[in-house]
């Protein structure tokens, strides 16, 4: 499975931004998947996930309430919604897809490139 993150850019504080993660490969309907992400100078972490066959997500506390992750296998694609961003939410945000739905980035073989987000106060 090779994955590619798109849909990053400069906001400001409060907007939005959504994310895709667009797969190759026939299997991708079978993985789990996750968001992560990494600010300058901090150990990647655990954003968002999502089952195989998609349904509700499981989110960090510090984007709960605000992202909301979701899949369309038909596309072979997951989606990172964003909304009121904040300056902490500035990183290089990463999507990964394994297969056991999980928050540990061990869990997950297959990483895209990552796509840089950045939230102006």
């Known amino acids: 499975v090779q994955l590619q993150a798109s849909g990053g850019g400069l906001v400001q504080a409060g907007g939005s931004l959504r994310l895709s993660c667009a797969a190759s490969?026939?299997?991708?309907?079978?993985?789990?998947v996750g968001w992560f992400r990494q600010a300058p100078g901090k150990e990647r972490e655990f954003v968002a996930a999502?089952?195989?066959?998609?349904?509700?997500?499981y989110y960090a506390d510090s984007v709960k309430g605000r992202f909301t992750i979701s899949r369309d296998n038909t596309k072979n694609t997951v989606y990172l919604q964003m909304n009121s961003l904040k300056f902490d939410d500035t990183a290089v945000y990463y999507c990964?897809?394994?297969?056991?739905?999980?928050?540990?980035?061990?869990?997950?073989?297959?990483w895209g490139q990552g796509t840089q987000v950045t939230v102006s106060s």
């Open positions: 490969g026939r299997t991708f309907s079978s993985y789990a």
């Open positions: 999502i089952r195989y066959s998609g349904g509700g997500g």
């Open positions: 990964a897809a394994g297969p056991v739905y999980s928050t540990q980035i061990s869990s997950y073989a297959y």
